[in-house]
């Protein structure tokens, strides 16, 4: 419960603050959107009132987790929108009226105004400005949107209530009903409206789009036929085209072909209509340049110049074709190359060029696509590039905590009952009504963990009333084909496999996905997600409901939906709680409660560090280059971060741990040699301070000459501007004498005459392998940090919102040694930099309760509430020092992390410089302990989704 103590610190800063409204943007970079500001707005008011013309489906199913918790929870409100344009479709109404806790009116007539009032008893928040309740409004679109805090008797509240409560009783305002809902839907149908909407012009257009007269390749695209320009004129005969599912593949490739001009093009994949639908692609793009046939077992061969063919067809019958028949041949879904069929074709055949085309090449089972295609990577698009560029349709995620459900359940035939009672079936069908607000022309797929499961839930379905039905990899091709026929013709809802459905198949009506397996794999997780991505007429998103059991493989979830693999599980945590931000364009992801926990608890269980984890994602990047990486080579290919080897505590760098696992790895170091490579990787290689890393870079390259001209090339060639203190603590750093006795290291001396190696060092690099390992970690960390950390803060060596460990803050901060955490506690002062960084475990639940109010706190995103160590009074000396503030220069900056239990999150975010207000309040803390609590007021506010997630409660919900 709210305390009055509470209200009126709430209240006094509004009546100091309500001159500042805040702007909401729509920008995801910067960590906020007007959906999750309205989510955030609505877990915390007691009642709401909003006024939206337009209320489309999409912006709907992003809201339907929070007004169903709203409904939950009791929480009244009132919606106004409108039947101008007759926009609002009637599903929209009829989910509506699902939420008897929400009064909705329609005004029937011209009504354009865009406003959400948020009631919070002494205080409200108001958002007026541009947005209605659409998808894109909410999540992407560029809006203007101005939130305003102010106290209940404002006169801007006053008048706005006023405004609504107005066209709330009016006349032409009816209150949403049944009866009304069907007489719209007739009255619309009647009257059928233009598209909604149309691609908004650009200079070329995406030939996924359906009703496009002349095709041009997007840029992605564009960039894509560069790239397999340059490769052409390398003149290599093989390359992988690597793209996300409904990207353009076959029209990408039919535009090579179209620039590459080959006398004859084979075109071959393992599914007719595969083939049957590249056929039609490509006759639309080249029917005024080739000819075409599709190759069919016993069939004369005809002189088409382009063929399309089935794998099996071409492979039983290859003595027909000479080996230089064809010049170019396209190879779609290549990872299955390393079947016996396409390893006969490959070798039989001699065209000048192989294409090969796969959403997928990195295989669960083992087989090395790369290494067929010679490792060349032609162009690869991610499904965050995909989504990015609007080439898919965007798509609504939704965790949801599935019954009983664990790893046991899943691997033991014995316990199937549970994945098919009628008590779990009862739990899908509830949700997929609960979320589904179309529920008229569903089109779904549902995969499963094993077959037999995949045909029991249909069989229960369709008891239910649903129309679906259940296929497997035993049934034929007319079997499968006649069922996604029925699916795209409205014969069926849902279709259920296990992984049959994963690839091969283009049903660009699918709208719905929902997953009721176990994710083992990234790489399938993706694949059955993309299915329901194609763009289509008529369809705004994808709605996907994931049931998550009780899996330790859940941390898996927010990796494939972000495509990030550092595998910081706080950065994972983040995902969870604000994956919005994570996924371009305007889709969305949201985890029930219960999902939430199941996962933050794989996410803390995860050893992302471990040599059995390492091994795996080294080898999937070294199978993929056909080669050792490089250390840049992890970046640029979208693989794990090295530091996660480095921070092993059984290898420290890149070389022991090739040393250890990599046998072509033969290179030996010097126990010295290692010892400084293992202190530049873990010290410096995460790129936190520059100075450090180009001040031996420039050392080790150059000599000690090359110090004095150092400034002058670091901002020619890098643009960096050197800072005279951090290149200081920089040599004092790289002198050892930074470092505790247990880290020391000495690379340079300083003799007066400005820094130089020291005699060990300048030895060991005479070793040439090592003097290039040594500038590899080098220059990995310089590529970090101009990358992560070239902008820093305000005179700072600091990147707000940027993470930093203990001894990082120390070292940035210019101090003269490295002072243990422990002995930092929850704040020191530095008295040469007449520094004072505050460290705050945040780990409060939003609704701060009396018995845990004094800890501290954020009262706003402007403002904190901290607590000081105990046994301290208004009289102690850091207390005076902060109450001396500003005439004594004190520099107070708040690093924050979200539990200091946290296993793999010893890193603090850099929130900003901060000032006391003046307020300080001696205390008793819980412990009986005398403190002081701190009123501190913030620089700039803290970024909105760093501030939600510390206010988010982690905590097991099970």
Known sequence: MTTQRQIDIEFDSLTRENDSPKLIANSKAKGGTLLSVIKEQLSACGSFDFCVAFVADGGLQILVETFQELKQRGIKGRLLTSTYLNFNSPDVFRKLLEYDNMEVRVFQGNLHAKGYIFDKGETSTVIVGSSNMTQTALTCNKEWNVLYQTVENSRLLGELRGEFNSLWNDTSTVLLSQDWIENYAAYRSARPSKPKSKPTFQATVSPTMNDLEEIKPNKMQQRALEALGVIHRKGETRALLVSATGT???????????????????????????????????ERLLGNTYTFDTYQTGKHISNATCVFAMCSSVAKHLNDFRPDEFDYIVIDEAHRTGSQGYQSIMSHFTPRFYLGMTATPNRTDGYDVFALFNHVIAFQITLQDALAEEMLAPFHYFGIHDLEIDDETVEDTALFGRLTSDERVRHITEKIEEYSVTKSNRRGLIFCNRNAEAKELSRKFNALGYRTTAISGQDPDEVRDAAISRLEAGELEYIFSVDIMNEGVDIPSL?????LRRTDSAIIFIQQLGRGLRLNDGKEYALVLDFIGNYQSNFLVPIALSGDKTYNKDRLRRLVQEGDSAIPGCSTVSFDRISEARIYKAIDGGDFTSVRFLKNEYLDLRQKLGKIPSLLEFDRNGSIDPLLIFKNSGLG???????KYEPDYTVQFTSDQTKILKFISQKLAAGKRFEDLYLLQTLVEAGHESYRHMREAALRNYRAQLKDSAVRSAIAVLKGDFATPKDFVSLLIDDGTGPRLTEAFATALRNAEFKRQILEVLDFGIARNRLDYAETYENTNFVLNAKYTYEEVCRLMNWEKNINGQNLGGYFYDEKTNTFPVFINYDKAPDISESIQYEDRFVSPSKLIAISKGNRTLNSPEILRLQAWPGNGLKT???????????????????????PTGKFEAIKTKSGDNAVEIEYELNAPVRQDIYEFMLSDLSEAE
Request: charged content about 25%.
């Open 248 to 282: 353009g593949k076959t029209f990408l490739s039919a535009f090579d072909v179209l620039a590459f001009k080959p006398r004859r093009v084979l075109f071959l994949a393992h599914r007719r209509r595969i083939i049957d639908a590249s056929r039609a692609s490509y």
């Open 893 to 915: 900056y708040l690093f924050m992390r979200k539990n200091k239990d946290d296993k793999g999150g010893k890193e603090f975010y850099f929130l900003g410089e901060m000032h």
């Open 511 to 515: 709208n719905q996905i929902i997953m």
């Open 653 to 659: 760098s890149y070389h022991a741990f090739l040393s």
